[in-house]
């Protein structure tokens, strides 16, 4: 099952071209270097900073970039190279997007016949299924979305995914809105999609319940992965990661002391010469702001950073 | 000043069940209170009921006694569940945070946007930046009251510390009563003096949908 990963992307980058003045343009890199596997069987969870790219990666798996990006690297599928023609070709039978924002839903279609989809004859007892597990009652489907709740509206994206029936699940923050229970019901989904052997990225803020469904974790800062570890050295304590960020993130969490690091995300147009995040960083020295980091192995990992042990 | 709403029922249509019945809701200034509930209980209808965004089928939502004014600037402001619905999408940034005011430097800084966001349009910024942005127009208004409805599950960790640090600085310096809806019950216990479980005061509910 581990010998061809699913999907594979190495050194990706995105740059978006934008007009600066009324000759001027400019290209705006967003996504560097970026690289990840992701397996049959398995979840990847995708945790990071908002800003930080990774719904515009969702977006370049799929192949659904505004037409002023200019993407570079490789992507394959299953081996294959992902060409715009194959994507377009894989994109909902095989390739399954669970949208961020609610707005992607037609204001103008009923939730059953939106969920069901272009597939014949129609997915109904399957759809019904899925709407019984996610807590969605059989009246939904006669509803427009203006008259669902956010979560309920989340809840009706997660299972247009599931229906396709799809080998990669690409679910971009999932579980806002939705109660622990509902969410918990969401990820215990995605989780059986994986043991099918189909292969789920799931990109979330949730990362306390990432951590305990996935079974990899991909840390991404300012547009590029900065650590990739196992769920499992998550679910312990921060002395288990490798990133500074990663440990910064564990410790913002309510339950584990609320306390924000100082700063913000340097900005795509503005990234500092080395180590992105060495303006935040407590354990900096001038190395870490002249040359960026590679990506290395450590415990069982990759992480992006010099000092990390 | 108090912030309460009294006896409220509310439902979208004549035909449909009832998604508030019999509610009554208060909160002080100076106050953050945690509203929590299962998706679908009525959470951001009430939301919107506070802020007066809707009017109540029955009872009312008063301010100091008063019902809520049809003008000038609502002293309850409220910061939306999903950003990119509650700002113009035809309209730069900068002039989305112009409709309330001067814009304060101090307060972008604060929280983490960017000066060249601002001559962006709304689609060119991920869920979380805009978020920022409606949270800074809120703010900017001067509200006597703050409704937020799931404003933080956008955000990553760091930044949701950053902006509920910042929120809640803000409403002990201004004596600012806060709302806080939310799934998310670590966040809850952390920053609320107090919780409301919308299911429990409500369980009468003829459940909607």
Redesign the interface.
Do not use: C
């Given at each position: 099952m581990k010998d061809t990963p699913v999907l594979e992307i190495c050194d990706l980058s995105v740059a978006f071209k934008m007009y600066d003045s009324v000759f001027g343009q400019r290209d705006l890199q967003v996504i560097s270097d970026l690289s990840i596997k992701v397996y049959g069987g398995e979840i990847l969870a995708i945790a990071g900073s908002s800003g930080s790219g990774k719904s515009l990666l969702a977006s370049a798996i799929l192949g659904i970039l505004p037409e002023n990006a200019i993407v570079t690297g490789d992507m394959r599928y299953n081996g294959q190279k992902l060409t715009p023609e194959l994507q377009e070709k894989l994109r909902g039978t095989e390739m399954a997007l669970v949208p961020q924002s609610i707005a992607y839903l037609d204001p103008l279609m009923k939730i059953g016949v939106q969920t069901d989809g272009h597939k014949k004859p129609y997915p109904k007892e399957k759809r019904r299924h899925i709407f019984r597990r996610l807590g969605l009652s059989k009246s939904t489907e006669k509803l427009y979305p203006f008259q669902l709740s956010g979560g309920m509206a989340r809840r009706v994206l997660v299972s247009t995914a599931l229906i396709a029936n799809a080998w990669l699940i690409v679910a971009d923050e999932p579980t806002p809105g939705m109660s622990l229970e509902q969410a918990l019901e969401a990820m215990a989904l995605f989780r059986e999609m994986a043991d099918d052997g189909k292969a789920v990225i799931l990109i979330t803020h949730d990362i306390d319940l990432a951590f305990a469904f996935a079974d990899r974790i991909a840390v991404f800062y300012a547009g590029t992965t900065v650590e990739n570890a196992s769920a499992l050295d998550f679910r312990t304590k921060p002395d288990a990661l490798r990133h500074p960020y990663s440990k910064a993130l564990w410790r913002a969490l309510p339950q584990n002391g609320f306390e924000p690091i100082a700063g913000v995300q340097p900005y795509a147009g503005n990234l500092p010469q080395g180590c992105l995040f060495a303006p935040r960083c407590s354990c900096k020295s001038p190395k870490c702001e002249q040359e960026a980091p590679p990506m290395r192995e450590l415990r069982g990992g990759e992480v992006r950073c010099f000092y990390a042990t | 000043m108090r912030l309460e709403a009294e006896n409220v029922r509310f439902r979208?249509h004549k035909k449909q069940a009832w998604v508030l019945k019999d509610l009554d809701f208060g909160v002080e200034q100076g106050e953050c209170v945690g509203l929590l509930?299962?998706?679908?209980y009525g959470?951001?209808t009430l939301a919107m009921l506070l802020a007066g965004y809707l009017a109540p089928s029955e009872g009312e939502i008063l301010l100091d006694g008063i019902p809520l004014s049809t003008k000038g600037v609502c002293p309850v402001q409220l910061i939306c569940?999903?950003p990119?619905?509650a700002v113009n999408p035809r309209w730069r940034l900068r002039k989305v945070l112009e409709e309330s005011g001067e814009i304060q430097e101090e307060m972008l800084a604060s929280l983490?946007i960017?000066k060249?966001w601002l001559n962006r349009f709304p689609r060119e910024?991920?869920?979380?930046?805009l978020q920022r942005f409606c949270a800074a127009r809120a703010l900017m208004s001067n509200p006597a009251f703050l409704i937020c409805d799931?404003i933080s599950?956008?955000?990553?960790?760091?930044?949701?510390?950053?902006i509920?640090?910042k929120i809640c600085d803000e409403a002990q310096k201004r004596n600012m009563g806060v709302v806080v809806i939310t799934?998310?019950?670590?966040?809850a216990?952390?920053i609320c003096k107090k919780i409301i479980r919308l299911d429990i005061i409500h369980n009468d509910n003829s459940f909607p949908?």
């Open positions: - | 979208y509930a299962p998706s679908g959470k951001t569940q999903h990119e619905h983490g960017e060249e910024l991920s869920g979380g930046e799931e599950t956008m955000l990553d960790v760091i930044t949701q510390a950053q509920w640090n799934h998310n019950l670590p966040l216990e952390r949908f």
